[in-house]
C-alpha cells in the first residue's frame, strides 16, 4: 500500500510570491492534514481536510490556504511567501477518527 | 502558548540502556496522546499511543506512561539500539473525531553503541 506522497520534495521561490503544495493520502484515507515543522517549533498544525471541508485550522494568518479534491488529494497555497515560511511542510492523513496521522516525507520550501 | 513541551532538545544513551523521553502538556482536555520518531529527511512515523483512560501502554520494547495529576507522559525504550537514534516527537489530541493534533517541540535521541 502506498503511503502519503507530497510533491514537490524541495522548492525555492522567491519572497512575495505563491507556492501551491500537493498531498497524495493513503488509498481509503478522506482526512489529510498539513503541518509546518521549523526549527525549535515543533510541527505547527495549518489545517486539516475531510471530505472536502475544512476541519480545523490551526494560527496561521490568511495568506496560507488548502483544498481537498472529490479524491481526498489535497493542497496548500501560500501567497505573499516571506522569509519566515522557510520550513518543512508535511501533509499526514489518517484512516478514521481518532487514529494515528501518516505522515509524507514532506516538501522543504526555501523563501529567499 | 506551546500545550506539549519537551523541555529536553537532546538525550544520549549508550546502547542496551534505557531511553527515557519526557513530555509535559497544559492542557486538562488533553485525552489522546502519541509517539512519533522522525528520521532525518522522511516525515514521521506513529510509534505508540495511550489513551487517558490508562496509565501505561506497552509494545515491544517501546512504553509509555502518563500520570494524569502530573500532565506528564514518558516513552521508555529498552533496550536502546543504534536504529533508535532520531528525533521524538510527543502528540495530544482533544476527544475523539477529527480533533487537531498538537506535537511538542521534539527530542533528538542518539544512541551509542
Known amino acids: 500500500k502506498a503511503g502519503v506522497t507530497q510533491t514537490p520534495r524541495y522548492l525555492i521561490k522567491t519572497r512575495g510570491q505563491q507556492v501551491t503544495l500537493s498531498c497524495s493520502p493513503i488509498s481509503g484515507h478522506r482526512s489529510v492534514s498539513w503541518y509546518q515543522q521549523t526549527p525549535g517549533q515543533g510541527l505547527q498544525f495549518l489545517f486539516e481536510y475531510f471530505s472536502e471541508t475544512q476541519r480545523n485550522k490551526g494560527n496561521f494568518p490568511g495568506r496560507f490556504s488548502g483544498r481537498q479534491f472529490s479524491n481526498s488529494r489535497s493542497e496548500m497555497n501560500v501567497s505573499t511567501l516571506e522569509l519566515g515560511d522557510s520550513a518543512l511542510y508535511l501533509c499526514a492523513s489518517r484512516r478514521e477518527e481518532g487514529s494515528p496521522l501518516h505522515f509524507g516525507n514532506g516538501t522543504r520550501l526555501t523563501v529567499t | 502558548d506551546q500545550q506539549v513541551k519537551q523541555n529536553s532538545p537532546s538525550l544520549s544513551v549508550q546502547e542496551g540502556r534505557i531511553s527515557i523521553l519526557n513530555c509535559d502538556y497544559t492542557?486538562?482536555?488533553?485525552?489522546?496522546f502519541l509517539w512519533y520518531k522522525k528520521y532525518p529527511a522522511e516525515g514521521p512515523t506513529f510509534l505508540i499511543s495511550i489513551s487517558s483512560i490508562k496509565d501505561k501502554n506497552e509494545d515491544g520494547r517501546f512504553t509509555v506512561f502518563l500520570n494524569k495529576s502530573a500532565k506528564h507522559l514518558s516513552l521508555h525504550i529498552v533496550p536502546s539500539q543504534p536504529g533508535d537514534s532520531a528525533v521524538y516527537f510527543c502528540a495530544a489530541s482533544v476527544g475523539g473525531g477529527y480533533q487537531k493534533v498538537t506535537f511538542g517541540t521534539g527530542t533528538k535521541l542518539q544512541v551509542i553503541p
Open positions: 492542557n486538562s482536555m488533553f485525552d489522546y
